[in-house]
């Protein structure tokens, strides 16, 4: 499958605890991007990145959430201390060319992370 | 007002109808306009792709811009029951490089029965 691959695709957390979510973006690709869907909500952008930076966070609540895309590896998404809020579909999406051209970004399944 | 509205149905129609979905949006800065369609507990998946004002079509499927409305459109001519789906329209500007930033409609949730 040489789709966006997210894992996990569920994940169940208690309050306080931390959630990890791994992205690895389609074969060629070298930015990625997060985007949250909350309950009855549109997809809402959190954050850009390329390999070893952060392009863009503009999007991402200025505590307990943090993203990284290393050299090797895929991306990951931290939510630290979760909360009840934090419960919510998070998508991953990658494109081979980042700023300046056409913004068309291919989405991966998602990982859906409840909180308790 | 909300960048981007969108009725989120739902719509339900026999197999073999037009299917007509819309979106208005406010940002006039907007260049980049999708629709994804969705079904239920995947990804976005990409349909169509336009940039700037006009029509486009691909197979059942037609898109159209209207920048001077501020108003978008999706048909989908022959409708089948595995076009049973969340329709998203997705939107985005230039502004500083950041066509990644797209602005999502809520969905319009779409049933087309045999």
């Known amino acids: 499958n040489a789709g966006v691959m997210q894992n996990p695709r569920h994940l169940v957390r208690r309050r306080g605890q931390e959630a990890r979510l791994r992205c690895s973006p389609m074969?060629?690709?070298?930015?990625v991007y997060w985007y949250r869907q909350l309950p009855e909500e549109g997809l809402k952008f959190m954050v850009y990145?390329?390999?070893?930076?952060?392009?863009?966070e503009s999007g991402m609540p200025k505590e307990r959430f943090s993203a990284e895309f290393p050299k090797e590896g895929p991306s990951i998404l931290r939510i630290q201390q979760v909360v009840r809020g934090d419960s919510a579909a998070y998508f991953c999406?990658?494109?081979?060319?980042?700023?300046?051209?056409?913004?068309?970004?291919?989405f991966g399944e998602g990982s859906r992370l409840t909180v308790l | 007002q909300k960048e981007v509205e969108q009725d989120p149905g739902p719509l339900s129609v026999p197999e073999g109808a037009i299917v007509s979905l819309n979106c208005t949006y406010s940002?006039?800065?907007?260049?980049?306009f999708m629709w994804y369609r969705q079904y239920s507990r995947k990804g976005p998946e990409l349909l169509m792709y336009?940039?700037?004002?006009g029509n486009k079509e691909d197979g059942r499927f037609t898109a159209q811009v209207d920048k001077s409305s501020k108003y978008i459109s999706l048909f989908i001519r022959d409708s089948q029951p595995s076009d049973s789906a969340t329709y998203l329209c997705?939107?985005?500007?230039?502004?500083?490089?950041?066509?990644?930033?797209?602005?999502f409609g809520k969905g319009t949730l779409l049933t087309v029965n045999p």
């Open positions: 999406a990658s494109s081979p060319i980042g700023q300046g051209v056409t913004g068309e970004l291919f």
């Open positions: 074969k060629g690709h070298s930015h």
């Open positions: 990145l390329q390999k070893e930076n952060i392009i863009d």
């Open positions: 940002n006039s800065a907007f260049q980049y």
């Open positions: 336009t940039y700037s004002s």
């Open positions: 997705a939107m985005s500007s230039n502004s500083g490089g950041s066509n990644y930033k797209l602005t």
